[in-house]
């Protein structure tokens, strides 16, 4: 673009090239920025955590509207898992303890803490949401447990849950224990541990 704006005779039209050279090289610069950061570990490892957060909110959201007898809100909350019934459901909601309510609550919350945390780069994101992931974990495995559960949800929609926590599993021990490690915070995991 310099060379070309030495050729422009126009004073009036050398200010006009060289306007849209700069708007095109910061067009250029800003495009390649954009692209490198939506799609860092950070950013994916943030957009992982919303998915979490969204999907133990809806669990804890549906079994205790169905716990509590809301069938139109359970039913429009079900509306997005395929084969869900509000008959076969509530049997499962109502076997559910009150104490497995409060740890799904407090798994949404963690998620969420989690969150705040690795927006704000704090070397404890990756904890936190690893404990989160624990008790999500432990919360799942319960409700494997409880016979109803079974009668409520398809095989299918088991073994999608069971995928996502292997799949996190084996993302998190990669970026665990794997060569290259991605931010300060896991190396102050590992120094601690050994």
Do not use: K
């Not at 950013?43 to 804890?60: C, D, K, M, R, T």
């Not at 997005?80 to 497995?100: C, H, I, K, S, T």
């Not at 799904?104 to 780069?121: D, Y």
């Amino acid at each position: 673009m310099r060379a070309e704006a030495q050729h422009i005779n126009d004073d009036r039209e050398a200010l006009h090239w060289a306007l849209g050279s700069v708007c095109a090289c910061a067009a250029e610069r800003f495009r390649a920025l954009r692209a490198r950061r939506l799609f860092s570990t950070h950013s994916l490892g943030i957009l992982w955590i919303i998915i979490f957060i969204v999907s133990s909110a809806f669990n804890v959201s549906i079994a205790l509207a169905a716990r509590l007898g809301y069938q139109r809100t359970a039913s429009a909350l079900g509306w997005w898992m395929r084969e869900f019934q509000y008959d076969r459901f509530v049997p499962f909601a109502a076997a559910m303890p009150p104490g497995l309510f409060v740890l799904m609550g407090v798994v949404v919350v963690l998620f969420s803490v989690s969150l705040c945390l690795s927006v704000r780069n704090h070397p404890a994101s990756f904890a936190t949401f690893c404990a989160a992931l624990a008790l999500s974990l432990v919360s799942w495995l319960y409700q494997l447990g409880i016979p109803a559960y079974l009668q409520a949800l398809s095989p299918q929609h088991r073994w999608r849950i069971g995928i996502c926590f292997a799949l996190t599993a084996g993302v998190l021990g990669a970026l665990r224990y794997g060569s290259a490690v991605p931010d300060p915070s896991m190396r102050n995991l590992a120094g601690r541990r050994r």
